[in-house]
């Protein structure tokens, strides 16, 4: 059998873009579609998506997938997806609400309430991951405070990647990244009836699905599906881990047990520390950050996110768009963003602060406030637009050293994910604040990739993810970015700055909000 000839289909459901990605076995990106998918912002912080719509897209984008791909070449699907938000079912498998997504803030009032108990401190010290208002646990409880009757009528709390399993499956279940984040032991690996009480959801408990863990597990696609597709009967699907997890995955963070460190900036910022055993986790007085289990062996994936990142280069972008627009110009992103990048290499630091919270819903790391608000600092009349952009690329950079030194100190190497990792000024600028070399992922769909590693292990076609990661991730020609000695002290001072600018501003977001 030529293994080489079979492939792995990963789904990988994100916020506003639903991927569908083939793989072969050797590791080979063979195609890949997209599909957008919309979300409704509300008032009062509700943000929520239609999970029919969800569905609907997944299967076109599949659909799309499979007409360039050879239907009896496929041997496994595998799922993931944006990760935390509440996705409730009924008896019969049908949405009973709108899917609050992690962007919802709705929850905030709670969670701020729940900090303040003194029985949070157990929780933290059971869980290891801060309470936020992105987690299922706080949502599930605003529903019994403000509609339980939509509690009544469902019977499951889902995730994204649940519900699409669920669809090409009929099992409702989740993975142990999900589980343990919003109600497990860290530890123990499971559900925690500890935590769930503190949370005040022991009598929700029933909506809790059974833990899968997608390394080991899998469930064969509908057959109706299966007919529909005209793909084998019984074909395996994987339910993988959180988009973050394996996007890590994707990126190689298994081949290599020196570079433990891994940022995504994508529209989150997400900054991860691999650790070894339970041990190496730093907890914070804040109680802030996630820690998510690793598919394999006993690693935890320790987390500060913060909750916008290139969603403040979109809004920069979104400014200049909309100007040229007025004057019936369109600007193609894509082209824009590579222009920025020319000028950024072309002229010196901004010597501008910039805050980078631009989302409505606040910030959740390293602190939590509902209320954050991005800000410039220091702006003159010799600053232009580059300038601005260039004090962005770099607010991100101080947002992730900020995040990255709450759980601990940085690595070596920092391995980069996102769409910002192709763009060598953000690199060059992220490489010299963080004082790291700074290495891109080897696959620009990471996230789908690490899906279909999990599923490459679980077929067995390798033993672990380590001897995946060996044979297909080949980063040996990609570029490995070292800070620039010209500007190092610059940011260590930017830096000083942008933490002491952020305490004298901190006090006026809850009074402009």
Not at 140 to 155: C, P, T, Y
Not at 331 to 345: G, P, R, S, T, Y
Request: charged share 20%; proline share 3%.
């Amino acid at each position: 059998m030529n293994n080489s000839s079979e492939v792995i289909i990963s789904i990988d459901a994100g916020t506003s873009i639903i991927k569908t990605v083939a793989f072969d076995l050797e590791g080979k990106l063979l195609a890949s579609t997209t599909r957008t998918n919309d979300y409704s912002i509300l008032e009062h912080g509700c943000v929520i998506q239609d999970m029919d719509k969800t569905w609907d897209k997944t299967i076109q984008c599949l659909r799309d997938l499979l007409e360039i791909i050879d239907h009896k070449k496929i041997i496994a699907f595998s799922v993931t997806g944006q990760g935390d938000g509440t996705w409730l079912i009924d008896n019969d498998g049908k949405s009973t609400h709108p899917a609050l997504l992690w962007l919802d803030s709705r929850s905030s009032n709670i969670v701020n309430k729940l900090r303040k108990d003194p029985n949070d401190v157990e929780r933290y010290n059971i869980n290891m991951t801060g309470l936020m208002s992105c987690h299922q646990g706080p949502q599930l409880i605003w529903f019994k405070e403000n509609n339980k009757e939509i509690l009544q009528r469902s019977v499951k709390a889902l995730h994204c990647k649940d519900w699409i399993y669920y669809n090409l499956t009929g099992e409702i279940v989740t993975d142990p990244s999900e589980a343990i984040v919003s109600y497990g032991d860290l530890e123990k690996r499971c559900y925690s009836d500890e935590v769930i009480e503190i949370l005040g959801l022991t009598s929700q408990k029933y909506l809790l699905p059974e833990i899968s863990n997608g390394l080991y597990e899998s469930h064969p696609l509908k057959k109706e599906i299966s007919k529909d597709f005209n793909v084998k009967i019984g074909t395996p699907v994987i339910l993988s881990y959180i988009d973050g997890i394996c996007t890590q995955v994707g990126a190689g963070m298994s081949k290599n047990d020196k570079e433990n460190c891994f940022s995504i900036v994508g529209s989150t910022g997400s900054h991860a520390i691999i650790r070894k055993s339970l041990n190496e986790v730093k907890l914070n007085s804040q109680r802030t950050g996630f820690c998510h289990v690793y598919p394999e062996g006993f690693k935890i994936v320790q987390t500060q996110a913060h909750m916008s990142a290139t969603l403040n280069i979109d809004w920069l972008f979104q400014i200049a768009s909309d100007l040229f627009g007025r004057n019936g110009i369109n600007v193609d992103k894509n082209e824009f963003l590579k222009d920025i990048d020319q000028h950024i290499l072309e002229i010196p630091p901004s010597n501008i602060i910039f805050h980078p919270f631009i989302s409505s819903a606040g910030e959740r790391g390293p602190f939590i406030n509902s209320d954050a608000r991005a800000s410039f600092v220091g702006l003159n009349s010799q600053h232009g637009y580059f300038d601005l952009m260039r004090s962005v690329f770099e607010g991100l950079a101080m947002a992730a050293k900020h995040c990255f030194l709450s759980i601990g100190s940085i690595g070596s190497t920092v391995i980069l994910s996102g769409g910002v990792s192709k763009n060598e000024s953000f690199c060059k600028i992220y490489s010299t604040a963080l004082n790291k070399k700074v290495k891109p992922a080897f696959y620009s769909e990471a996230g789908a990739a690490g899906a279909a590693m999990i599923a490459a292990v679980n077929l067995g076609v390798f033993s672990d993810l380590k001897s995946c990661s060996q044979k297909w991730i080949q980063d040996n020609h990609i570029s490995v970015y070292k800070p620039d000695p010209d500007f190092r002290g610059y940011y260590d001072k930017l830096y000083e700055n942008y933490l002491e600018s952020l305490k004298r501003v901190e006090p006026l977001w809850g009074k402009i909000k």
